[in-house]
Every structure is written in C-alpha cells, then in structure tokens.
C-alpha cells in the first residue's frame, strides 16, 4: 500500500510540475505576464491532482493521450490562438522541456546517483522545472513566436515537419495495441488540422490577394482615366458605383445628405455598425467636422476613420467603441477607443508591425494600422495609443489618435 501511494504522490507532483511549466511557457512565449491568481492555482492543482490519479493505472500510451489533450486545451485556453498556432505552441513547449529533461537525466546519470525510477523522474523534473522558470524569467520567447507568428511559410514549414515526423515514427515503431494507434491518431489529427488551416491561409496569401490587386489596379486605372474625360459627375458617380461592385464592396449610400459633412460622417460610421453581426458593439460619436483640412481630404479622412472602426470592430468587443472627430482647417482629430484585454508585453510595438494582427482573423492580418501609420506620418501627423480604464464600461480601453497639424 505504502508502494502504491508514493506512486500515487509522485505521478501527482509530476504533473503538477508540467502543469507549471506550460503555464509559463505559454505566457513567455506569448508576451503574456503569469497571472498567479487563484483561479490559475486552483487549474494547476487540479490538473496535477486529476491526471496524476487518472493516469497512474494506465499503459504509456493511454496515459500520454489524456495528457496531451488536457495540454492542448491548456495552451488554447492561456493563449486564446487559433488550432495551428496552439499546434506550433505545444511543438515548442513539447522540444523544450523534452531537451531539458535529456540534460536533466543526463546530469543524473554523471553524478553516478542510486535511485529507482520513480525518485529518479521526480529529480529531472524538479531540474526540468527549475531550469524552465529561468528562462521564462530571463529569456524573450516571445519574439521567436512572434517571428513564426508573422512569416506563414515558417509556420507551414515547422507544421509540415512535424506531421511528417509524427507519420515517419508512427510507421517505424508501430505496435498492434489500441492505445498506441489512439495516440499516435489524435496528434495526428491535430497537426494535420493546424496544416490545412494554415495551408488555407497560404492559398489565401499567395492566390486570392494578388487576384484582387490585379483586379483593382486595372479598376483604379479604369476609373482614372474614366473620369479624367468627363466633367458629368452623374457619370463619374455611376462609373465609381460600377467599380466597386464588380470588388464587392458595398456601396449602398441611400439617404445621406451629401451636403452635410457630419451626416456624412455618422452615415459612414452607420455602415460600418451594420456590418457587425447583431448590432453590438453599440457606438458613441462626436463628429465636429467644421471645415474643409488644408492637408487631409474628405475621402482620406474616412479612410482614415475606417481604418480605426475596423480594427476596433475586430476585436471582438461588445462594450461601446467611442468615437471621436474634430476637424478645421489647421487640424484634424480622430479618436476611436475601445475594450483592450492586454495580451503581451509589446502590444502597442506589435500593432503596427506589418502582418501582426491581434485578432487573428485570416482576412485582416495586421495590414491597416501599419499602412495608416505611413499614410498619417506623409501628412506629418503622429499616432498615439493610450490605454486607460473605462469608468462607464468599467473595463480597460485603449485609444487610438491621429493628429495631424
């Protein structure tokens, strides 16, 4: 009985261990600081308590498949990342901890120690453990990730990788028993789901966009020379609708006044809400749109404009996103805020990084902010951000301003 309860003990604090060591590394690799609240504690312990009595009677195999599930769903639920980046996440981890522990079993081995298997483990992984504290402490992970994050044939390589190894020791060390097809399946799987996914978006990267740029070069160059033969605005305007149609965009303006550059500008906002499913964020604005900009046009406002919208509307929020436009002949104002959940330490340098997205959405990977960056800065204007708390929404917000002079 003594026996059975030091195994028991000892699979527990084994666990217990790995469950700490992801939950480091998931946040260092994300830029994320650990968050050791009560709710963080009570998920390592129970994860140690729960798969070190679940496990202790299994055969390997068996047991490694309940583990790496419950791994899995720890990283996607630290990391909040789409399948594939939650593959290239565990892999990482999975290499890490793997090297360590052979450093571990190798210092072990050096020192001539005289232990049974079981206090043997629990030594390398108290090194394990150790060693990987330190360098979550002390080590930037995060801007590996964040360069695998950002170049998609790095990660389509590193996935490939590792299905082709999963398949290559699958094959070589192949046993007829059930729980060792069920493990070597299920990683399987999953990896081959973080490659279609991210095979998806090199198909979307590599097809689709320079599809529609070539598209809409010719139709820019179409529409240029369209209205530069024309003093007809009725034929301009319908030459534009046309143009635009043919790129699906929707250019539905029926009951704006056009004469009003606010009603203009809170008809603009209006169609950008109705795109949201289910009306919500709900919007605040406060346009003041005085005069005509001596620098900045109309057109290039709204761009401008659309361009903090999206990534507000992006986010995810169902908190008000408030908004914000003063604009004279001197200067031009745009604020828009909205909820900010902070998930790394350099957010706000990330931001505007080109193919950086905080939302991790396949159709607007971090494109807008870089470029409205390039085109506020040709204006000689500056972006800011600001975060500050929400006293109404009771929640964080983040503000983004262009000001340009």
């Known amino acids: 009985?003594?026996?059975?309860?030091?195994?028991?003990?000892?699979?527990?604090?084994?666990?217990?261990?790995?469950?700490?060591?992801?939950?480091?590394?998931?946040?260092?690799?994300?830029?994320?600081?650990?968050?050791?609240?009560?709710?963080?504690?009570?998920?390592?312990?129970?994860?140690?308590?729960?798969?070190?009595?679940?496990?202790l009677g299994l055969d390997g195999y068996m047991a490694r498949v309940l583990i790496n599930i419950a791994l899995l769903l720890i990283i996607k639920y630290i990391t909040s990342r789409k399948i594939q980046d939650v593959v290239i996440i565990f892999a990482i981890i999975f290499l890490c901890t793997v090297l360590i522990q052979a450093l571990g079993l190798q210092l072990t081995n050096s020192l001539g120690l005289e232990m049974n298997t079981d206090c043997t483990f629990l030594l390398v992984q108290m090194f394990t453990t150790t060693i990987t504290l330190f360098i979550c402490k002390k080590v930037p992970l995060y801007k590996l990730y964040n360069i695998i994050e950002k170049e998609i044939l790095l990660k389509l390589l590193i996935i490939s990788l590792a299905v082709i190894l999963l398949i290559t020791l699958f094959y070589i060390n192949f046993e007829y028993t059930t729980s060792y097809i069920l493990y070597f399946s299920i990683l399987i799987i999953i990896s081959f789901g973080g490659l279609y996914q991210t095979l998806k978006k090199v198909f979307y990267y590599t097809n689709k966009i320079p599809m529609q740029l070539h598209d809409i070069n010719n139709l820019l160059m179409g529409i240029k020379l369209s209205v530069y033969s024309t003093s007809d605005?009725?034929?301009?305007?319908?030459?534009?609708?046309?143009?635009?149609?043919?790129?699906?965009?929707?250019?539905?303006?029926?009951?704006?006044?056009?004469?009003?550059?606010?009603?203009?500008?809170?008809?603009?906002?209006?169609?950008?809400?109705?795109?949201?499913?289910?009306?919500?964020?709900?919007?605040?604005?406060?346009i003041g749109y005085y005069e005509s900009n001596a620098k900045v046009a109309?057109?290039?406002?709204?761009?401008?404009?659309?361009?903090?919208?999206?990534?507000?509307?992006?986010?995810?929020?169902?908190?008000?996103?408030?908004?914000?436009?003063?604009?004279?002949?001197?200067?031009?104002?745009?604020?828009?805020?909205?909820?900010?959940?902070?998930?790394?330490?350099?957010?706000?340098e990330k931001m505007f990084k080109e193919r950086y997205s905080t939302k991790g959405e396949m159709n607007s990977r971090g494109y807008g902010l870089p470029n409205l960056s390039k085109v506020v800065t040709s204006y000689g204007g500056n972006i800011l951000l600001k975060e500050e708390y929400n006293k109404e929404q009771k929640s964080d917000y983040i503000i983004i301003t262009i000001d340009i002079k």
């Open 1 to 55: 009985m003594s026996i059975n309860i030091i195994e028991w003990i000892t699979n527990i604090c084994l666990n217990f261990m790995d469950c700490v060591m992801f939950y480091y590394l998931c946040n260092s690799l994300i830029g994320k600081k650990p968050n050791l609240s009560v709710k963080t504690i009570l998920m390592v312990i129970s994860y140690g308590l729960a798969i070190g009595t679940i496990t």
């Open 233 to 286: 605005i009725n034929v301009v305007r319908d030459e534009i609708d046309k143009a635009l149609g043919i790129i699906d965009i929707d250019t539905d303006i029926e009951g704006i006044d056009m004469n009003d550059y606010n009603q203009i500008i809170l008809s603009f906002i209006e169609l950008k809400k109705r795109k949201v499913v289910n009306n919500e964020p709900s919007f605040f604005a406060d």
């Open 298 to 348: 109309f057109s290039v406002i709204l761009y401008m404009l659309g361009v903090l919208l999206d990534n507000a509307i992006e986010s995810g929020t169902k908190k008000e996103i408030i908004i914000k436009v003063y604009v004279i002949e001197e200067n031009l104002y745009l604020s828009v805020s909205n909820e900010y959940k902070k998930k790394s330490f350099d957010d706000f």
